[in-house]
Each structure stands twice: as structure tokens, then as C-alpha cells.
């Protein structure tokens, strides 16, 4: 009976009635543009359709309207939510009011391999070190698997082995679509130079991993050999370089270095050099070269260029030694 009391009809016995629903229609729309400011500050909301729900809720529910609707505005501007931060790229710490957790490392400079190769450790750490390192394919992380392969502990002997195995493994793939590539007449001698390019360096990669030993990586030498000797004579060929022309200079002097053809390995590191190969990367081949062939001061001279080399951790000794 209370709702009947808020009819159109039972207001316009109290008085005018054209007065009665101005009045409602200023307040329906009052209460919606306070509710649409709200909203839109806080909430990011559109402004238009809280609006027009707001005031069509008003129209609608006379007085129960008002009610919910200033009960509801009231509500969400009183209650707080915690800061969020998107989209950032820097963040003010003096403006937190609480520090940030110290965050402890898992370890030291070098002390994954420390981890995996202490049996006074726990087994679950140790385990830690060696996934932490399985996600760096590189030679050193490669020897150390290679290492922990006689481990006592069978879980990390059996881990070791997964990671070579699956390595050696991606390694042969990508040899045998290379090879259908090479061997599909529709390629263009262009395509032809810059797959035989690849397969010489997935070649030497079985090479600089030692992921073979004996014939298969003399195997691995001779392929390398021919298919980067191959990838130089399509380029002459067709007359344009491939992509990175000049590292097949410098693969070519480590297959020379390899086989110990120090002469042949001296000129294709300097061509490659000529070409745009970053000499830091050549430098220490040279130095070797030079070494072997007794020339030590041609090894102080070719280290006395090499600038970039001073900042690495392990070069920096052995250049010391050679420019004092």
C-alpha cells in the first residue's frame, strides 16, 4: 500500500500535477548527472549512458529512485580500492608507503655449476642450478652437461643427458630440411648460397659443441667445409652477396684453424675483416695464429688494437700479459 502513495495519480490528488513531475524530472535528472560525473571519475565510464540509466531509472521508480539511486553514488564515492599500476615503465619508489621485499639471490658469479656439482646441497637446488643453466645453449653450459653426465645422481645424470640429446637432435633437424632445401632444383641460386650457408654453420656447430668425436666430427669438418666453399662460388656466381657475407670468411678460418692450416686460416680471418666481421671476435684466432708461429710480437701488436677486448673478463688477462 506505501508504493501506491508514489503513483502519478495518488501525487496529483496532493497538488499540481504538471508542478509535481517538473519537479520529479529535475531531480531525476540532478541525481544522473551526479551519478554520471562519478562514475566517470572513477570508473572511466561514459558519461551518456549512466546519464540516460540514471534518469530513466529516476523517471520510472518515483522516490525509490531517488533513494537508490543517492544511496548507490554514495556508496561507490566513499568506498577506496587499492592503487593499481598499469602501463608502466617507471616506478617512483619514495612515493610507496611500503619498501619493496628484499629480494636475495639464488646465488653468486658462478655458482650454478658449484650447486649442481655439491652433494652436501640438496637435491632440490641442485636441480634448480641445473634447469637454470638448460636455459643457456651455449658452449660452456654444453660442457657442463657433458660433466654432469657421471654424476652419482641419477635424476641429474638422466637430466643432463635429456638436454644433449634433445640439442644434438634439433641440431640434425634442421641439417636434413636444410639439405631437402638445397638439393630442390626449383631454388634459385641465390636460395641455393644462402642454405649452404646455413648448412655449413649447423655443421661447424656439431664442431663447436664437440657433440661428435673422431670420424663424425671429421665428418662434420669436411661438410662444413664444402658447403661454405659452395655458398662463396653460387655468390660469385650470381654476383650479389648473401646476407652476412663476410662471417663465411671467418667460418672458413676456423675450419682451416681447425685442421691446422694456419697460413689459409690467417687470410680469411683478415678478409673477413675486410668485410665488415667484428674483429673482436677474429682477434683472438690471430693472436693464436701468431703464437704458434712464434711471432710474439705480431701477438702483442694484433691485442694492442683490439680496445673492445680490454672489458672482457677473459681476454683482459691474457692481453695484459702481451701489451706491458
Known amino acids: ?11 496529483a490528488k496532493i497538488g499540481s ?5 517538473s519537479l520529479h524530472i529535475l531531480f531525476s535528472i540532478t541525481i544522473a548527472t551526479i551519478a554520471g560525473l562519478t562514475f566517470k571519475g572513477r570508473y572511466r565510464s561514459s558519461f551518456r549512458n549512466v546519464f540516460l ?16 539511486s543517492i544511496a548507490l553514488v554514495a556508496i561507490l564515492y566513499i568506498l577506496k580500492y587499492e592503487k593499481s599500476l598499469k602501463n608502466v615503465k617507471f616506478i617512483n619508489t619514495t612515493n610507496h608507503e611500503e619498501p619493496f621485499h628484499k629480494v636475495n639471490r639464488f646465488c653468486g658469479e658462478g655458482g650454478l655449476p658449484t650447486y649442481v656439482n655439491n652433494e652436501n646441497i640438496s637435491h632440490d637446488l641442485r636441480m634448480q642450478a641445473l634447469v637454470a643453466i638448460s636455459k643457456h ?17 641419477d635424476e641429474i645424470r638422466l637430466f643432463s643427458f635429456l638436454i644433449l640429446d634433445n640439442f644434438e637432435k634439433d641440431l640434425n633437424a634442421q641439417i636434413y630440411s636444410n639439405l631437402i632445401l638445397f638439393n630442390d632444383n626449383s631454388q634459385s641460386d641465390f636460395q641455393k648460397a644462402a642454405v649452404a650457408k646455413a648448412l655449413a654453420f649447423l655443421y661447424w656447430n656439431m664442431i663447436y659443441f664437440e657433440l661428435n668425436d673422431g670420424q663424425l666430427q671429421e665428418f662434420s669438418a669436411e661438410q ?3 658447403y661454405a666453399q659452395q655458398s ?7 654476383g650479389k652477396d648473401p646476407e652476412q657475407f663476410h662471417t663465411l670468411f671467418s667460418l672458413l678460418g676456423k675450419i682451416y684453424f681447425y685442421r691446422d692450416e694456419l697460413e689459409l686460416a690467417q687470410e680469411h680471418f683478415n678478409i673477413a675483416i675486410e668485410k665488415g666481421s667484428n674483429a673482436d671476435f677474429i682477434i683472438p684466432y690471430l693472436a693464436e695464429i701468431y703464437y704458434m708461429q712464434r711471432n710474439y710480437e ?12 680490454f672489458i672482457n673478463e677473459r681476454m683482459y688477462p691474457v692481453i695484459k700479459q702481451w701489451i706491458n
Do not use: H, R
Not at 645453449?137 to 645422481?153: A, G, L, P
Open 224 to 226: 662444413a667445409f664444402l
Open 232 to 238: 662463396l662460388s653460387l655468390t660469385l656466381k650470381i
Open 298 to 309: 705480431a701477438v702483442s701488436k694484433v691485442f694492442t688494437g683490439a680496445k673492445d677486448l
Open 17 to 21: 500535477f504538471p508542478l509535481l513531475l
Open 137 to 153: 645453449k651455449n658452449k660452456e653450459s654444453i660442457s657442463f652437461f657433458k660433466q654432469s653426465m657421471v654424476s652419482n645422481d
Open 53 to 68: 540509466f540514471f534518469t530513466l531509472f529516476n523517471l520510472i521508480f518515483i522516490a525509490i529512485g531517488y533513494i537508490f
Open 1 to 11: 500500500m506505501l508504493l501506491n502513495l508514489f503513483t502519478i495519480p495518488a501525487l
